[in-house]
């Protein structure tokens, strides 16, 4: 176990703990430095704490020879700590609010923000890049596809490398990515897995465009082939009108048009039942697969092309 060091303080080789923030459950980390100098990509996970190939993923990464290392690995494996013990879906017990929808937070801030603030300020700034991996919450199911911020053309760059097929061009705020990008640190997210499912492949995919991305910044040997371009997209979230069963009507990657039915949302003693349409055209990139939904949580998401 080592403490949290300013970067310059840790010798060439592996180090792992936990980061006392305040009264915040120990954020446990690893810091990988490489044999040679370097770039240093910061990569984080569990910021929605049952995304398990995320999880799984950051733990492989940390299993990287500092041999065969240029620059610094530093890994947050488990943002929300007190979420993964809970197996919590979207959010933060200590204050129920979605970590990825607070950064950069505040130093005074609720937990979740003081968090996000940490995170920010000691892990993203001044770093090379940034990655965020999640994967579908226990209550979802997706097509795999990554995230950056609108604008951050370098963010643009590793997200085409990382290998899956759809990136989505976010202008959403609160997120890591765009917090990470407001402080110079290009940055995305990959979505991969879901409902509470990690498995060998996608965790094996995620390490792969980590890698990629890795070798791009000259921190490992270049490895495998350049994957084919992704389609760039963006995203319309549908969220539930009222809180009651909600029964989807279509499939991952199905086709929609605007005012299509794609599922409906009704009382739980059949009081009403309100039928839930597209927005917009195009295709479902991921939807909620639980019987049980909440008022103004998301139902579905459509991916539209960039520019339509
Ligand atoms: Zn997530």
């Known amino acids: 176990m ?10 060439v080789g ?6 006392n923030i305040g009264d915040l459950p120990p954020l446990p980390f690893f810091v990988i430095r490489g044999a040679k100098d370097g770039p ?31 620059g610094m690995l530093v890994i947050l494996p488990i943002v929300n700590m007190a979420g993964f013990w809970a197996r ?15 950064f950069p937070g505040r130093a005074d801030g609720s937990p979740s923000e003081r968090l996000t603030h940490w995170i920010v300020e000691n892990a993203m700034r001044g770093a ?3 990655i965020d991996l999640h994967c579908g919450d226990m209550n979802e199911t997706l097509t795999p596809f990554v995230l950056f911020a609108k604008g951050d053309a ?70 495998g082939a350049k994957p084919a371009a992704p389609k760039i997209l963006t995203m319309r979230v549908t969220t539930a009108p009222k809180s009651g069963f909600w029964h989807p009507a279509v499939k991952l990657r199905q086709r929609v048009k605007a005012n299509q039915v794609v599922g409906t949302v009704s009382g739980i003693l059949g009081e009403f039942k309100e ?25 579905f998401g459509v991916a539209v092309k960039a520019d339509g």
């Open 88 to 102: 919590s879906i979207y959010v933060n017990p200590l204050d129920g609010k979605n970590i990825n929808r607070v």
């Open 154 to 223: 370098k963010g643009e760059h590793m997200a085409r490398l990382f290998g899956l097929p759809y990136a989505v061009a976010s202008t959403a705020r609160g997120h890591s990515y765009g917090a990470a990008f407001s402080i110079g640190v290009p940055s995305m997210l990959a979505e991969m897995d879901g409902n509470g499912l990690w498995t060998e492949p996608g965790v094996k995919g995620v390490l792969a465009g980590v890698q990629r991305i890795m070798a791009d910044l000259g921190m490992i040997k270049r490895r």
């Open 275 to 299: 039928k839930i349409v597209a927005g917009h055209d195009g295709f479902i990139i991921y939807y909620a697969t639980s019987l049980a939904t909440n008022a103004g949580e998301a139902l």
């Open 40 to 70: 240093r990509l910061v990569v984080t996970a569990g910021i929605h704490a049952s995304e398990y190939t995320g999880i799984e993923s950051a733990r492989r990464l940390a299993q990287t020879d500092p041999k065969s290392l240029s």
């Open 2 to 11: 080592t403490d949290w060091l300013s970067f310059a303080e840790y010798s």
């Open 14 to 19: 592996t180090h792992s703990g936990y980061v």
């Open 128 to 130: 090379t890049a940034h």
